[in-house]
């Protein structure tokens, strides 16, 4: 089917909802499974079983005062939490989510258009991805240095140093597979895969796997590594001064990014999704979810690590372990 | 002048094995107490006789077991305080002292600081042996004051001890309560002293002695003081609070002259308002006995004051224009200070009918003795006189201090005591079997004098003039009269034994007629004594006496030949072994008169101070200007001891006080009591600081309150005196100035526990023969009082109060305390 | 006396029983085995495991910790101290307090007060009675102090107020006549001992 500029558009604007809408109740997911996990009962009195606190927290968040700091860059300070969220939005661009559909003809207007899976199918997708992705590290970074709070730049030195030193190993533990997939672009993972069970890449890349998932952990700035605003040592980070909806949008920012991670590590290591049929949607959704829970189930039992071991850990063992598998990698291809 | 403790008149005793000193003839108890030593004792008070009722002061002396109240210390003997046997004793007194004792402590009004408590818990009390069946007693109020309740009661007999010993009421004494019978098994297994102290307590309760259902007394609460359990309490302070929740300040009590130490208790008045007032006064009772007004007229503080900017211009304008200012003896050293300024800088006339005669009268003194005061004071007189001679003063009313001196005295020291009044009364008999009471004519003061010039001066002092007067008066007369006569006469009597005629002396007795020559003193007929018998009866009073004191009062002062009493009075010092003490009427009128300069007689516009007058300043709160009472500023007062007490404040006052006026008016120091250290020294007064005064008894009872005022003593001649003027004799219906017991001043009266009403108080018959109410009729006017009887009144002269400012009644006596009035009935 | 001891400012430190935590690696190679052994002992998933017990048990066993506060309410022990409630005596119905002021005296924070007289039977008549709950701490001495056992802590726990203080009457604490039925003996604070018999000597009473 053709891709017409208004299927396009119709994505963009299905991503930015209903991710926006799934980061919200990812928040409240959240939560729920912490609080399971101490054996709590978590939000309970919002709406049934507390299903509307996310509604709540909305209303809260966009009606909270929004205070710029005395000596704060104004401008900079503003900016920050929307490159965070945007840079997230951005890289879901070139991310499968959902099948692609053709919109009912008896629908008046938009009547069979047709909308991809992949908002922009690019052929360097996966490098895109990773790109969009490594410029997020603008948002923490910035809003860090901008608000004239110590809290922040160290928040801000954080998030310096620990993406940028994982996005080198998210890069080259993704470059295995795509040495044997050949491609940079996701569909072609998708079809590499697509034999089913056995042909997943996780078989034939689990060291890749794990240092993915290790490294998309950081990258998330997900416990163990939530050291940017790790309140017991920095208050919140980067995030220090900033409340209200700006708040909201490093949060949403940073849902979004757990859902990348989450879409990417399905699609390259685990199949992704079967272009075939609706079952296909559902596996793939299943393996989001489990990578999502995954991240919550890691918060509720690990304890964070300290800033020398992560740098410690990143430079020494997982990159060179990533770039021992990509040597082995290209030694069995050559072979 | 306190007895001297020199080391010729002390002995050392030990006690538990330590040297101690002690007074030669003191009680082994009273040793120990000044001495600091703890031997337990309930029933036995240090100034009154011993009551051996309580039993547990046992001790052993010199290895036989005595009653430390009762047995005297002598020269090296060895007291132990505790044995096995005596620990028993104590323990098992303690346990019947808490047999049927209402364990309701949590509502006493004891609150702890109860006696049979501390003993109970100090003998380890944790268990009972005895027991008896209760008897119902009932709660009873004795007087408008005095509130029993037998169901606490101890009957340590604290009460009727002080009450006999030191007040002379005698109001209370022991009764019977019809309480069940031991069990006469406890005779042989209980420890001796508990079981007669238990069986007399078991029958014993206390009850007004008169036999009715009320005391009748002078309502001093003397009895409430001393009581160790709670069964003795004001009426008014009946579970109206505990002890721990009131806050102790001490003072001075300021009505009387006596200057008694006094704790004003207060405390927040309610939840709601919590504002502090006092709830009772109490004293430290071992060592200080309190008058009615002291322990009762506590609350005469001027409440409404606040800071009236208005009337305090008008106070300044009024002293601007003033020509007197007024005032009585209600007010301290450093406000006289004050007045006295204000005579020095301004030119005010001071006028205080109160004080100015007493001032004239010890000007008298002091130019005919060389004594700038008097010699002794009431403490020294109960510690050291065994004979005391009153003379004008109504010792029942005037001072308290003096009351219970000469009480004490015939109680104590086995005392003697001579008074002398005008006014018949029936209690000063009571105090001892040695009192004689001679109810003179007004006018006969000089005469009393000379009575006692003759029966102790040392005749070859006295001047030949007086000899022969005082002789004048003396008639001999011949008499035969019969006698017993013992004659010794010899017989010889044959010895039935040996057959020899023995010589024996027998003695026989045998009536023989005799002549004797006897002289009538016709002084004492003169003074209303019967001088057949006087001359017997003071033989008698004379047996073993060796300290004579002699008390003063305020009728001599304003007597009209008052200048002559003094000289008379110097005479009788110095040539009787004799040591005199007068009283100040009222509060601080030693003070007044030591420091200010009074004038004669008021004139042009007058500020009355808590007196009449064109602009009054005020501490009864219906002034133009409001002062602060005597229980809301600090002070001092000098009392009849000679001492300058300080006193301070117990309630809140808001307004000005004098030395804001003076501050305005000449210039002052910042606080009132920066006066204290600038009062004069020339008259006695020295110059330490008010925040530098002791305030403190000794445990032997001196007392280190203030300070002694210096007195001077210069050599000088025997003064010339004259004859008694018989020309001041009063004739026909005759008032006397003389307030009730408890009432000195508008203050007592403002106070709601003292009942006393403003009227003429007059002898049971005469109160009858009056009616209910009568017009009294000066020279210069007249006042219309009730008539009410007071049975201890013997005799014609009524007695018209002077406690109410504002009804003038000095005005209308004029300088004098009797006066011949017509009583008309209204 | 040397300064040794005051220098040492780990104070206690000699008394520390160490516990048997193991030893830190030294050197790279011990590192690197620590490294090796924790990784693939899979600690890291024990961990993980715990959890998701926990999950599960909360979720299907009911174990589940939450109490709904508002609506669900914990038992409280008969020694908590709140409120104070006054009982009444169980016969007569007229108040214990005796009116002895010795929750007054005893009163830390200096929270209560009370007035007293004398009243036509001739008994002490509280007349007003006060506790200042904003300055009460609850320490319960005057639970413990009380002798009539009439002063006593009850269970009314949930006293926030918009105001600084609060004033509590007597009548506000008094047990309701006609609830006298209801009143519970305290067990708490103050209470008789459970052994008070045996403490009590016995006193002759024969007659």
Same mark, same amino acid.
């Given at each position: 089917?053709e891709?017409?500029?208004?299927?396009v558009?119709?994505?963009?604007?299905i991503?930015?909802?209903?991710?926006s809408a799934?980061a919200?109740?990812?928040?409240?997911?959240e939560?729920?499974?912490?609080?399971?996990m101490?054996?709590r009962?978590?939000p309970?009195?919002?709406?049934p079983?507390?299903?509307l606190q996310?509604?709540?927290?909305?209303?809260k968040l966009?009606?909270?005062?929004d205070?710029?700091?005395q000596n704060? &860059?104004?401008?900079?300070?503003? !900016?920050?939490p929307?490159?965070?969220?945007?840079?997230?939005f951005i890289?879901?661009?070139?991310v499968?989510?959902?099948p692609d559909f053709?919109i009912?003809?008896?629908?008046p207007?938009?009547?069979g258009?047709f909308?991809p899976?992949i908002?922009?199918?690019? &052929?360097?997708?996966?490098?895109?991805?990773?790109g969009m992705?490594?410029?997020?590290?603008y948002?923490?970074?910035?809003?860090?240095?901008?608000?004239?709070?110590k809290?922040?730049?160290?928040g801000?030195a954080?998030t310096?140093?620990q993406f940028?030193?994982?996005?080198?190993?998210?890069g080259?533990s993704?470059?295995?597979p795509i040495?044997?997939?050949g491609?940079?672009s996701?569909?072609?993972?998708?079809?590499?895969q697509?034999?089913?069970i056995?042909?997943?890449?996780v078989?034939k890349?689990?060291v890749?796997?794990?240092?993915f998932?290790i490294a998309?952990?950081?990258e998330? &700035?997900r416990t163990?590594f939530?050291l940017l605003?790790?309140e017991a040592e920095v208050?919140?980070?980067?995030?220090?001064?900033?409340?209200?909806?700006?708040?909201?949008?490093?949060?949403i920012?940073?849902?979004a &990014?757990m859902i990348?991670v989450?879409?990417?590590?399905?699609?390259?290591?685990l199949?992704?999704y079967?272009?075939?049929?609706?079952?296909?949607w559902?596996?793939?959704?299943a393996k989001i979810?489990?990578?999502?829970?995954l991240?919550?189930?890691?918060?509720?039992?690990w304890?964070?690590?300290?800033?020398?071991?992560?740098?410690?850990?990143?430079w020494?063992v997982?990159m060179?372990?990533?770039?021992?598998n990509?040597? !082995?990698t290209?030694l069995v291809m050559?072979? | 002048?306190?007895e001297?403790q020199t *080391?010729d008149?002390?002995?050392s005793?030990?006690?538990?094995?330590i040297e101690y000193k002690?007074?030669?003839?003191?009680?082994?108890?009273?040793?120990?107490?000044?001495?600091?030593v703890?031997i337990p004792?309930?029933c036995?008070l240090?100034r009154?006789?011993?009551?051996?009722?309580?039993?547990?002061?046992?001790?052993?002396a010199?290895?036989?077991?005595?009653?430390?109240c009762n047995a005297k210390v002598?020269?090296g003997?060895?007291?132990?305080?505790?044995?096995?046997?005596?620990?028993t004793?104590r323990r +098992?007194?303690?346990?019947v002292y808490?047999?049927?004792?209402?364990?309701q402590?949590g509502?006493?009004?004891?609150?702890?600081?109860?006696?049979?408590?501390n003993?109970?818990?100090?003998l380890?009390?944790?268990s009972q042996?005895y027991?008896?069946?209760?008897? @119902?007693r009932?709660?009873?109020?004795w007087s408008s004051?005095?509130h029993?309740?037998?169901?606490?009661?101890?009957?340590c007999?604290?009460?009727?001890t002080?009450?006999k010993d030191?007040?002379?009421?005698?109001?209370?004494t022991?009764?019977?309560r019809g309480?069940?019978?031991?069990?006469?098994?406890y005779?042989?297994?209980?420890?001796k002293?508990?079981y007669s102290m238990?069986?007399?307590?078991?029958?014993s309760v206390?009850?007004?002695s008169?036999?009715?259902g009320?005391?009748?007394?002078?309502?001093?609460g003397e009895?409430?003081?001393v009581?160790?359990?709670g069964?003795?309490?004001s009426?008014d302070f009946?579970?109206?609070?505990?002890?721990?929740d009131l806050?102790?300040?001490?003072?001075?009590?300021?009505?009387s002259s006596?200057?008694?130490?006094?704790y004003?208790?207060?405390?927040?008045t309610?939840?709601?308002?919590r504002?502090e007032?006092?709830?009772r006064?109490?004293?430290?009772?071992?060592? %200080?006995?309190l008058?009615?007004?002291?322990r009762?007229?506590?609350?005469f503080?001027?409440?409404?004051?606040?800071?009236?900017?208005?009337a305090?211009d008008?106070?300044i304008?009024a002293?601007k224009?003033?020509?007197?200012?007024?005032?009585?003896?209600m007010?301290t050293n450093? =406000?006289?200070?004050?007045?006295?300024?204000?005579k020095e800088?301004?030119? $005010?006339k001071?006028?205080?009918?109160?004080?100015?005669a007493?001032?004239?009268?010890?000007?008298?003194?002091?130019?005919?003795s060389?004594n700038s005061l008097?010699?002794?004071d009431?403490?020294?007189?109960?510690k050291?006189?065994?004979? $005391?001679?009153?003379?004008g +003063?109504?010792?029942r009313?005037?001072s308290?201090a003096?009351?219970?001196?000469?009480?004490?005295?015939?109680k104590?020291?086995k005392?003697?005591?001579?008074?002398?009044?005008p006014?018949g009364d029936? /209690?000063?008999?009571?105090f001892g079997?040695?009192?004689e009471?001679?109810t003179?004519?007004?006018g006969?003061e000089?005469?009393?004098l000379?009575?006692?010039l003759?029966l102790?001066?040392d005749?070859?002092?006295?001047p030949e003039?007086?000899?022969?007067?005082?002789?004048s008066f003396?008639?001999?007369?011949?008499?035969?009269i019969?006698?017993? =006569? *013992?004659?010794?006469?010899?017989?010889m009597?044959?010895?039935?034994e040996t057959?020899?005629e023995?010589?024996v002396?027998k @003695?026989?007795?045998?009536?023989v007629?005799?002549e004797?020559t006897v002289t009538?003193?016709?002084?004492?007929?003169l003074l209303g004594g019967?001088?057949?018998k006087f001359?017997a009866?003071?033989?008698?009073m004379?047996?073993?006496k060796?300290?004579f004191?002699?008390?003063?009062?305020?009728?001599?002062?304003y007597h009209?030949k008052?200048?002559?009493?003094a000289?008379?009075?110097?005479?009788?010092?110095?040539t009787?072994d004799m040591?005199?003490?007068m009283?100040?009427?009222?509060?601080?009128?030693?003070?007044?008169?030591?420091?200010c300069?009074?004038d004669?007689a008021?004139s042009g516009?007058?500020?009355g101070?808590?007196?009449?007058?064109d602009?009054?300043l005020?501490?009864?709160?219906?002034g133009? /200007?409001?002062?602060?009472a005597?229980?809301?500023?600090e002070g001092?007062l000098?009392n009849i001891?000679?001492?300058l007490?300080?006193?301070?404040?117990?309630v809140?006052?808001?307004?000005?006080?004098?030395?804001?006026l003076?501050?305005?008016?000449?210039g002052?120091p910042?606080?009132?009591?920066?006066?204290t250290a600038?009062l004069?020294?020339d008259?006695?007064f020295?110059?330490?600081a008010f925040d530098d005064l002791?305030?403190?008894f000794?445990?032997?009872?001196?007392?280190?309150?203030?300070?002694?005022?210096e007195?001077?003593?210069? =050599?000088?001649d025997l003064?010339?005196?004259?004859?008694?003027?018989e020309s001041? /004799?009063?004739?026909g219906?005759?008032?006397?100035?003389?307030n009730?017991?408890?009432q000195f001043?508008?203050?007592t009266?403002?106070?709601?526990?003292?009942?006393?009403?403003?009227?003429?108080?007059?002898s049971?018959?005469?109160? =009858?023969a009056l009616?209910n109410? %009568?017009?009294v009729?000066f020279d210069?006017g007249s006042?219309?009082?009730d *008539? /009410?009887?007071?049975?201890?009144?013997?005799g014609?002269?009524?007695?018209?109060p002077?406690?109410k400012a504002?009804?003038?009644v000095?005005?209308l006596?004029g300088g004098s305390?009797?006066k011949?009035?017509?009583l008309?009935k209204? | 006396?040397?300064l040794?001891?005051?220098?040492?400012r780990?104070?206690?430190?000699?008394n520390?029983?160490m516990?048997d935590?193991?030893?830190?690696?030294?050197g790279?190679?011990c590192?690197f085995?620590?490294?090796v052994k924790?990784?693939?002992?899979?600690?890291?998933f024990v961990?993980l495991w715990v959890?998701?017990r926990?999950?599960?048990?909360?979720?299907f066993?009911?174990?589940?910790?939450?109490?709904?506060?508002?609506?669900?309410?914990l038992p409280i022990?008969?020694?908590y101290?709140?409120?104070?409630?006054m009982?009444?005596?169980?016969?007569?119905?007229?108040?214990?307090?005796?009116?002895?002021g010795l929750?007054?005296?005893?009163c830390i924070?200096n929270?209560?007060?009370m007035?007293t007289?004398?009243?036509?039977n001739?008994r002490?008549?509280?007349s007003?009675y006060?506790i200042?709950?904003?300055?009460c701490i609850?320490?319960g001495?005057?639970a413990?102090v009380?002798p009539?056992?009439?002063?006593v802590h009850?269970p009314r726990y949930?006293?926030?107020s918009q105001?600084?203080?609060g004033?509590?009457?007597?009548?506000?604490m008094?047990t309701?006549?006609?609830?006298?039925n209801?009143q519970q003996e305290?067990?708490?604070?103050?209470?008789?001992?459970p052994n008070?018999d045996?403490?009590?000597?016995?006193?002759p009473?024969?007659?």
């Amino acid at each position: 089917m053709e891709v017409t500029w208004i299927g396009v558009l119709i994505k963009a604007i299905i991503i930015l909802a209903v991710i926006s809408a799934i980061a919200g109740f990812g928040t409240y997911i959240e939560r729920k499974v912490l609080a399971f996990m101490q054996r709590r009962l978590g939000p309970m009195h919002v709406g049934p079983y507390g299903l509307l606190q996310i509604a709540a927290d909305g209303i809260k968040l966009f009606t909270k005062e929004d205070i710029v700091p005395q000596n704060a &860059n104004a401008f900079i300070f503003k !900016i920050a939490p929307v490159i965070t969220a945007a840079t997230a939005f951005i890289a879901l661009s070139a991310v499968p989510v959902f099948p692609d559909f053709t919109i009912p003809s008896w629908i008046p207007v938009l009547g069979g258009t047709f909308v991809p899976s992949i908002a922009s199918d690019l &052929n360097i997708g996966v490098l895109f991805v990773l790109g969009m992705m490594a410029a997020g590290l603008y948002g923490p970074l910035l809003a860090g240095m901008s608000q004239a709070n110590k809290w922040g730049i160290i928040g801000a030195a954080r998030t310096a140093v620990q993406f940028l030193s994982y996005e080198v190993v998210t890069g080259l533990s993704i470059l295995a597979p795509i040495m044997l997939v050949g491609s940079l672009s996701f569909v072609d993972f998708n079809a590499y895969q697509a034999g089913g069970i056995g042909d997943w890449l996780v078989w034939k890349q689990p060291v890749a796997f794990v240092l993915f998932l290790i490294a998309g952990f950081a990258e998330t &700035n997900r416990t163990p590594f939530d050291l940017l605003e790790h309140e017991a040592e920095v208050v919140s980070g980067y995030a220090t001064e900033y409340s209200g909806m700006r708040w909201g949008m490093f949060f949403i920012g940073e849902y979004a &990014n757990m859902i990348t991670v989450s879409v990417i590590a399905a699609v390259v290591f685990l199949g992704g999704y079967d272009a075939a049929g609706t079952l296909g949607w559902l596996f793939i959704m299943a393996k989001i979810a489990f990578f999502f829970f995954l991240m919550l189930w890691v918060r509720a039992a690990w304890p964070h690590v300290r800033p020398d071991q992560l740098m410690w850990l990143c430079w020494k063992v997982l990159m060179p372990l990533a770039v021992v598998n990509i040597v !082995i990698t290209a030694l069995v291809m050559m072979v | 002048m306190s007895e001297v403790q020199t *080391v010729d008149n002390m002995i050392s005793i030990t006690i538990d094995g330590i040297e101690y000193k002690a007074k030669e003839g003191e009680y082994i108890l009273n040793a120990a107490r000044a001495n600091d030593v703890f031997i337990p004792a309930i029933c036995y008070l240090t100034r009154c006789s011993p009551t051996l009722a309580c039993r547990i002061c046992l001790v052993e002396a010199d290895g036989k077991q005595v009653y430390a109240c009762n047995a005297k210390v002598k020269e090296g003997m060895e007291v132990v305080t505790s044995t096995e046997n005596i620990l028993t004793e104590r323990r +098992a007194i303690m346990e019947v002292y808490d047999v049927n004792h209402p364990l309701q402590c949590g509502v006493c009004d004891k609150s702890g600081e109860c006696e049979l408590q501390n003993y109970t818990l100090e003998l380890a009390v944790d268990s009972q042996s005895y027991m008896i069946p209760d008897t @119902k007693r009932e709660t009873t109020n004795w007087s408008s004051v005095l509130h029993y309740d037998p169901g606490l009661c101890i009957v340590c007999e604290r009460c009727t001890t002080v009450c006999k010993d030191m007040i002379g009421d005698a109001a209370i004494t022991t009764a019977k309560r019809g309480g069940a019978e031991l069990d006469k098994s406890y005779k042989e297994s209980m420890p001796k002293d508990a079981y007669s102290m238990w069986n007399k307590l078991q029958k014993s309760v206390i009850a007004p002695s008169n036999g009715t259902g009320e005391t009748n007394c002078s309502d001093c609460g003397e009895c409430i003081a001393v009581c160790p359990v709670g069964a003795l309490a004001s009426r008014d302070f009946v579970y109206q609070s505990n002890a721990w929740d009131l806050k102790r300040v001490p003072a001075v009590a300021a009505h009387s002259s006596d200057g008694a130490q006094i704790y004003y208790e207060v405390k927040p008045t309610s939840i709601t308002d919590r504002t502090e007032k006092i709830y009772r006064v109490t004293n430290e009772w071992n060592y %200080v006995s309190l008058d009615g007004s002291a322990r009762f007229a506590y609350d005469f503080q001027n409440t409404t004051a606040s800071k009236d900017k208005a009337a305090f211009d008008a106070a300044i304008e009024a002293f601007k224009k003033a020509e007197t200012i007024r005032f009585n003896a209600m007010i301290t050293n450093e =406000e006289a200070m004050m007045l006295q300024t204000l005579k020095e800088k301004m030119g $005010v006339k001071l006028y205080n009918p109160e004080v100015k005669a007493f001032q004239t009268f010890l000007n008298h003194y002091e130019a005919a003795s060389g004594n700038s005061l008097w010699t002794t004071d009431p403490d020294a007189i109960m510690k050291k006189s065994d004979f $005391v001679i009153s003379i004008g +003063a109504a010792l029942r009313n005037d001072s308290p201090a003096m009351k219970y001196a000469f009480n004490n005295v015939q109680k104590l020291n086995k005392g003697a005591g001579l008074y002398f009044h005008p006014v018949g009364d029936t /209690l000063i008999p009571t105090f001892g079997k040695t009192v004689e009471v001679f109810t003179h004519k007004v006018g006969h003061e000089e005469l009393a004098l000379y009575l006692v010039l003759d029966l102790f001066a040392d005749k070859e002092k006295l001047p030949e003039d007086v000899k022969e007067y005082i002789d004048s008066f003396k008639k001999t007369e011949t008499k035969t009269i019969k006698e017993k =006569e *013992v004659k010794t006469v010899k017989e010889m009597v044959l010895n039935e034994e040996t057959g020899e005629e023995e010589e024996v002396s027998k @003695k026989v007795t045998e009536m023989v007629d005799k002549e004797i020559t006897v002289t009538t003193n016709g002084l004492v007929d003169l003074l209303g004594g019967d001088a057949s018998k006087f001359d017997a009866a003071f033989e008698k009073m004379m047996k073993k006496k060796e300290h004579f004191s002699m008390m003063l009062g305020e009728d001599l002062y304003y007597h009209e030949k008052a200048e002559n009493i003094a000289k008379l009075v110097a005479l009788v010092e110095a040539t009787c072994d004799m040591d005199v003490v007068m009283t100040p009427p009222k509060s601080n009128a030693l003070g007044v008169a030591l420091i200010c300069d009074l004038d004669d007689a008021q004139s042009g516009y007058t500020i009355g101070y808590n007196e009449n007058g064109d602009f009054r300043l005020s501490a009864l709160g219906d002034g133009d /200007l409001d002062m602060p009472a005597l229980n809301q500023q600090e002070g001092t007062l000098c009392n009849i001891g000679k001492r300058l007490l300080p006193t301070n404040a117990a309630v809140e006052y808001n307004g000005y006080e004098l030395n804001d006026l003076m501050k305005v008016l000449v210039g002052a120091p910042e606080l009132t009591i920066d006066w204290t250290a600038m009062l004069p020294t020339d008259r006695g007064f020295k110059a330490i600081a008010f925040d530098d005064l002791t305030n403190s008894f000794d445990n032997d009872g001196s007392d280190n309150r203030g300070y002694r005022l210096e007195t001077s003593n210069v =050599e000088t001649d025997l003064p010339e005196v004259e004859k008694c003027d018989e020309s001041a /004799l009063l004739e026909g219906e005759i008032a006397y100035r003389c307030n009730p017991a408890r009432q000195f001043n508008d203050f007592t009266d403002k106070s709601h526990e003292i009942f006393e009403a403003f009227a003429l108080y007059a002898s049971t018959e005469k109160a =009858e023969a009056l009616g209910n109410k %009568v017009e009294v009729v000066f020279d210069n006017g007249s006042i219309t009082l009730d *008539v /009410l009887a007071d049975e201890k009144i013997t005799g014609d002269i009524v007695k018209v109060p002077d406690f109410k400012a504002a009804k003038g009644v000095y005005d209308l006596f004029g300088g004098s305390r009797y006066k011949t009035v017509t009583l008309r009935k209204v | 006396m040397g300064l040794e001891q005051f220098k040492n400012r780990n104070v206690g430190t000699q008394n520390y029983t160490m516990v048997d935590a193991g030893h830190s690696p030294q050197g790279a190679m011990c590192q690197f085995k620590q490294v090796v052994k924790r990784t693939f002992k899979g600690e890291l998933f024990v961990g993980l495991w715990v959890t998701m017990r926990s999950m599960i048990k909360a979720l299907f066993a009911n174990d589940m910790h939450t109490v709904k506060y508002p609506l669900e309410k914990l038992p409280i022990s008969p020694r908590y101290r709140a409120i104070h409630d006054m009982l009444r005596l169980l016969e007569s119905g007229h108040y214990r307090c005796i009116g002895c002021g010795l929750c007054e005296k005893i009163c830390i924070s200096n929270c209560i007060a009370m007035d007293t007289r004398y009243d036509e039977n001739q008994r002490k008549e509280v007349s007003e009675y006060t506790i200042n709950f904003g300055r009460c701490i609850f320490c319960g001495y005057c639970a413990e102090v009380c002798p009539e056992l009439a002063i006593v802590h009850g269970p009314r726990y949930e006293n926030a107020s918009q105001q600084r203080a609060g004033f509590s009457l007597f009548e506000d604490m008094l047990t309701p006549i006609d609830k006298l039925n209801l009143q519970q003996e305290y067990d708490g604070f103050g209470a008789v001992s459970p052994n008070a018999d045996e403490n009590i000597k016995q006193t002759p009473l024969a007659y």
